[in-house]
């Protein structure tokens, strides 16, 4: 019995130990949160996606690079798009594209298909941090519901009520703010796996329309062939 009831009072003072450094953490992430929201925001008036405005502007960079015209071709890729991720991809595609080659400029297929490749880890790696959050905050909630619950079980069976309602009153107030950090993470990563799903696709159409022989531009409009990538 002595034995069962160190181990009692172990793991009664791990536990009780763990509630200040969660409800820290979680404070924390409630502030963290409210800045990505804050960043979400901003990144939404950034975006104005103009398809047919950015292709025309492909179309004409790619007629002035088969006239090996580079630093006009690299000067319109530079504006070409208005999307933050893609205009980013724009810009350093412009500089794979203003590498000249020797006799002549040669465009290496590898590069931009690294450079793709890199663009899709990117929008990964932006998706990461809010992701982790979503699913992190909820248990951290949950362990401050159930750390203090014990002390206030002890406050009941010794007939303190003032404890009791006071654990519940951290139980109650550590599950709505991890829920409500968990809420407002997966919303922004949910949202944001659109945007960038939407910009890789850009991205590899922008990369076809540029560098795949198929594409022509005619009375009728415009074909391109597509390899098929993956998706985030």
């Known amino acids: 019995m002595a034995g069962l009831e160190l181990l009692q009072s172990i793991l009664h003072l791990l536990s009780t130990a763990l509630l200040y450094p969660v409800i820290i953490a979680l404070l924390i992430l409630l502030g963290w949160v409210l800045i990505k ?4 925001i901003s990144e939404y ?3 104005n996606r103009d398809i047919k405005k950015t292709e025309a502007r492909i179309l004409d960079a790619r007629r002035l690079l088969k006239a090996e015209k580079i630093d006009e071709s690299v000067a319109i ?3 070409s798009c208005s999307n933050p991720l893609v205009a980013s991809y724009a810009n350093d595609l ?3 594209v203003g590498i000249r080659g020797e006799p002549q400029y040669r465009y290496r297929e590898s590069q931009v298909e690294k450079l793709l490749q890199d663009y899709e880890l990117r929008a ?3 998706l990461e941090p809010t992701k982790i959050v979503a699913q992190i905050a909820p248990m951290l909630g949950l362990m401050g519901t159930l750390i203090p619950l014990g002390p206030g079980l002890v406050g009941l069976m010794e007939g303190n009520f003032e404890l009791l309602a006071r654990s519940l009153i951290i139980a109650f107030s550590t599950t709505v703010l991890g829920l409500l950090i968990g809420l407002m993470a997966y919303a ?3 949202i ?4 960038y799903f939407q910009d890789i696709s850009d991205i590899e159409y922008i ?7 198929t594409v022509e531009k005619d009375d009728t409009g415009i074909g391109a062939g597509t390899g098929g990538r993956g998706t985030l």
């Open 37 to 40: 929201a804050g960043e979400f």
């Open 77 to 79: 890729l530079k504006n």
């Open 192 to 195: 944001r796996r659109r945007w």
């Open 207 to 213: 990369t076809v329309l540029l560098f795949d022989k």
């Open 94 to 96: 412009s500089l794979a």
């Open 188 to 190: 922004i990563t949910t």
């Open 45 to 47: 008036s950034l975006r």
């Open 124 to 126: 990964l790696k932006k």
